[in-house]
């Protein structure tokens, strides 16, 4: 594949997509947005929007892009940013084929295990097909391994208003080849990616930035989404945090037998959550918004790679018990 990464479409549109989008537009790089519905209407009216800073430092940057709902208008891509929550992303690769070319690069910016996450990488599982996450292969085979690059992405931002998104703290998306090469592209990546004001590293193993992401994520996100919880009232209360702790501890165990080492202890991610304050996390506010929740990324296919391995789950089972029929009772799963 090539290096060159001028023509980019952010697919996904929200928090996360907006944030890249706005910096890369502002890098120079040929930005197009392909999203619906309200969002598309605002950035093809208002152009797409990014606040950054509160009070009197309050500033906004407008980028005028070109965005569509066409994906067919806008030809082959260098880049493709894939920035949804993973129920969408079905649907998303049946619209992409016109943008992908033989050398077009996906990075993936989003939350959970990836489709992708044993491509490469994972011992005896290498090159498994994760059913909780991509069953029957239809984004696999969409989405080819060799155009796929990860990420995970250390920044908080939300969507204050249709094609608007307000920048938080952080700044950081960790890049990564499913190989852990130090490929030309991806250092070509991370190189625009520092020119358009983000800190970009590269990871030689960007599925363990990734599960150690999770590790914390995929307790507090279903515990809030079927409580209405925020953060400190989990970490406030000695049973759930313990019971947090317990499935934290399987899936260390998880990651340890596909060389996902973790070396800190529940207690100190606690620490970590504590220091953040309290806060709605993002699988309670799509529940406050009636909106599809992301449990099989986050949790569904946690279970199965226990299964996979070897590995007991019974406190994620009943995580993962508890937050599917809460979904599933209220139409969101």
Request: hydrophobic share 45%; net charge neutral.
């Amino acid at each position: 594949m090539t290096t060159k990464l001028n023509k980019t479409c952010i697919v996904g549109v929200g928090a996360i997509g907006g944030w890249l989008g706005a910096g890369l537009a502002r890098a120079g790089c040929d930005v197009s947005l392909l999203a619906r519905g309200r969002t598309l209407a605002a950035l093809q009216h208002d152009g797409l929007r990014l606040r950054i800073g509160s009070g009197d430092a309050q500033r906004i940057e407008t980028h005028r892009v070109q965005a569509t709902a066409d994906p067919k208008s806008l030809g082959v891509q260098d880049l493709i940013v894939i920035a949804v929550k993973a129920p969408a992303l079905r649907e998303v690769v049946r619209q992409i084929a016109p943008l992908m070319g033989p050398d077009t690069l996906v990075l993936c910016a989003m939350n959970g295990v990836p489709w992708w996450f044993l491509q490469g990488f994972g011992g005896d599982l290498q090159g498994r097909q994760l059913q909780s996450v991509d069953p029957g292969g239809v984004i696999g085979k969409a989405i080819a391994p060799q155009h796929i690059v990860g990420s995970v992405v250390h920044a908080s931002c939300a969507v204050a208003a249709p094609g608007l998104v307000q920048h938080g703290f952080g700044n950081k998306i960790i890049l990564g080849e499913p190989s852990g090469e130090r490929s030309a592209r991806v250092l070509a990546l991370s190189a625009l990616l520092t020119q358009a004001g983000f800190e970009a590293p590269v990871s030689e193993r960007i599925q363990h930035d990734i599960w150690f992401k999770l590790w914390g994520n995929m307790t507090m996100n279903p515990i809030s989404a079927f409580t209405g919880a925020t953060s400190t009232q989990v970490m406030d209360d000695d049973l759930v945090r313990d019971f947090c702790s317990r499935v934290m501890l399987e899936a260390r165990q998880i990651g340890r037998q596909i060389g996902l080492e973790i070396d800190q202890e529940p207690q100190d991610r606690h620490a970590v959550t504590r220091k953040l304050g309290a806060f709605k996390t993002s699988m309670l506010q799509d529940v406050e918004a009636g909106k599809p929740v992301e449990l099989d990324a986050l949790v569904t296919a946690v279970r199965e790679l226990g299964q996979l391995t070897g590995q007991p789950t019974p406190y994620t089972d009943v995580l993962l018990g508890l937050a599917r029929l809460h979904a599933r009772v209220h139409g969101l799963y």
